[in-house]
């Protein structure tokens, strides 16, 4: 299928090497989803991690779950692997001693929890044990080198997976550059991130890629697509505008622009 993005054609256009598999904390083969839509489950509230909270599945993409914290608004949804280690059974805090929380900026009187909590679980669809993955092992090190290629989530749009290069390494942390976009989607992470997955993972998953930016080859083109956020909505310059640049420009909002739920278009 010409126009949609493949490793293959790009790597032997662009030059770079996949980093290998190894060097990823994933396991061989993506794990099966088999959670559905309004699935509850357990999992650590991402603004307070020492809470765990009650969840709901909103959305899927592959083995990626949608996640709302009950008694939260839906400006807060964040993203989880099926085998990700703070997602469990309803009951599993309770089992080991602890207590489920009400998530940062509850929405009703914090005195209502108990109540809210009951009539939320009453009659809810649960997630089975069964749907809960193990999670992988850490890599003993970092092996990670400069200019290794992989798939890294966008955290600025982390409903996005994107082509990605090895900026610089640095003990156990790694600098992660968007191919084809300026820095303003580079971050820092850990080598054992999720977040980081081996170039052909979104193909075996099920997950949608996004296409590299424009940078440095203007005349690639990507056929439309839903997953290509770009078109349309990029002013005519030579490079991307990133949605922070613009909102300086622009108009100052009160929205989090780094809030796990925003969506930067
Ligand atoms: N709507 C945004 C999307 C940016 C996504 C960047 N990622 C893929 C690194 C834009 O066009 O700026």
Redesign the pocket.
Known sequence: HPGIFNWTDYLTEHGGKPAPVTCFKQPAAPPPNNFCIGMKLEASDPRNLTSTCIATVVGMQGPRLRLRLDGSDNTNDFWRLVDSGDLHPIGYCEKNGGLLQPPLGFRMNPSSWPHYLQKILNGALLAPSSCFIKEPPTPQRNTFQVGMKLEAV?R??PH?I?PATIGAVNKDQIHVT?DG?RGA?DYWCRYDSRDLFPVGWCATSGHPL?PP?HKGSSNIKYSKGEQI??SG??APSPL????AQLTITTKPTSTNQNSPGS???
């Open positions: 966008d600025k749009n996005l994107c968007f976009w989607f996004q930016g956020m770009r909505n990029v991307p505008v990133s949605n969506s930067h278009l």
